[in-house]
């Protein structure tokens, strides 16, 4: 059978997503949750510039490479 996989939400400037990413571990079991969120914040919860489209919201290209190279092992 397949599984369905969930990933945290990526982090947002001015808006704290670590409250949903708690609801979703504590909804899911661990071993189908992907951290997508860590890769990508810079303290304390803001998306790091490096992976900013530059709305605060939104990865770049190199976030989206980043989001992929962390979702890409449980793929294979």
Known sequence: G?????????PRD????RPLNAWI???FPSDVVIDTFT????????????YDIGDGT????????LIGSTVLPYLI
């Open 2 to 10: 397949s599984s369905v996989i969930h990933c945290y939400a990526t």
């Open 14 to 17: 001015g808006f704290d997503m």
């Open 39 to 50: 890769p990508l914040v810079t303290a304390p919860y803001a998306l790091n510039n490096t």
């Open 58 to 65: 939104h990865p770049n290209i190199a976030g989206h490479a």
């Open 25 to 27: 571990l504590a909804t």
